[in-house]
């Protein structure tokens, strides 16, 4: 069973700086099916990465994936106020099986 | 585009429930679609999926035997029916949009519809 440890928990930042999200699995990502998901508080997830560094239609280039294995990362060069929410990564298998990680919170600091 | 989740409410423990989700504005026969729950304050969790025929569907273990995932694709509708509901059923279940292929992830989400576990 494939489990998503996220790190760190907490991200405490002020607009402007960089952010470096991990996303570690605990088996290796085949076909870099590893995806990661933006939520803010009261509303829905919405997909910003998949395939490990493709970014979804819409998502501006402040955001950005990379990784392949068991380690990924999301980086989102200069926090705009808007970017300040939980995110998600997920990974999929062809058993199939989805699985989300615990989830890191990025605050205001 | 959109998804729009309905049926969520408060059930006791070993109670049933059947969710609901209406989907608009994209070809419903062309995507696999899922559920999503999130408990109170906790991560996100799948729950299930079904293909466009609705006949190959997948759950989480957690789930399996309890909940049954189902489509109409005649109406745009897909359906969870949940039974022997427990305490640790209570989330808020989305509605979501499977993209496979090369995403494999889900690109679509409805905002979601509490179901609360309690006696």
């Known amino acids: 069973e494939m489990v998503l440890t996220q790190s760190p928990g907490t991200l405490s930042l002020s607009p402007g700086e960089r952010a470096t999200l991990s996303c570690r699995a605990s088996?290796?990502?085949?076909?870099?099916?590893l995806a990661w998901y933006q939520q803010k508080p009261g509303q829905a997830p919405r997909l910003l990465i998949f395939?490990?560094?493709t970014r979804a239609t819409g998502i501006p280039d402040r955001f950005s994936g990379s990784g392949s294995g068991r380690d990924f990362t999301l980086t989102i060069s200069g926090l705009e106020p808007e970017d300040f929410a939980v995110y998600y990564c997920?990974?999929?298998?062809?058993?199939?099986?989805?699985?989300f990680g615990g989830g890191t919170k990025v605050e205001i600091k | 585009v959109q998804l729009v989740e309905s049926g969520g409410t408060l059930v006791r423990p070993g109670g049933s429930l059947r969710l609901s989700c209406a989907a608009s504005?994209?070809?419903?026969?062309?995507?696999?679609m899922s559920w999503v729950r999130q408990a109170p304050g906790k991560a996100l969790e799948w729950v299930a999926n079904?293909?466009?025929?609705?006949?190959?569907?997948y759950y989480v273990d957690s789930v399996r035997g309890r909940f049954t995932i189902s489509r109409d694709n005649a109406k745009n509708s897909l359906f969870l029916q949940m039974s022997n509901l427990r305490a640790e059923d209570t989330a808020l279940y989305f509605c979501?949009?499977?993209?496979?292929?090369?995403?494999?992830?889900?690109?679509?989400w409805g905002q979601g519809t509490l179901v609360t576990v309690s006696s």
């Open positions: 979501a949009r499977f993209f496979r292929g090369t995403v494999m992830a889900f690109d679509l």
């Open positions: 504005g994209f070809t419903f026969t062309k995507y696999w």
């Open positions: 079904i293909k466009q025929d609705g006949i190959e569907k």
């Open positions: 088996q290796r990502v085949s076909d870099n099916y």
């Open positions: 395939g490990a560094s």
């Open positions: 997920q990974h999929y298998d062809s058993s199939p099986s989805l699985t």
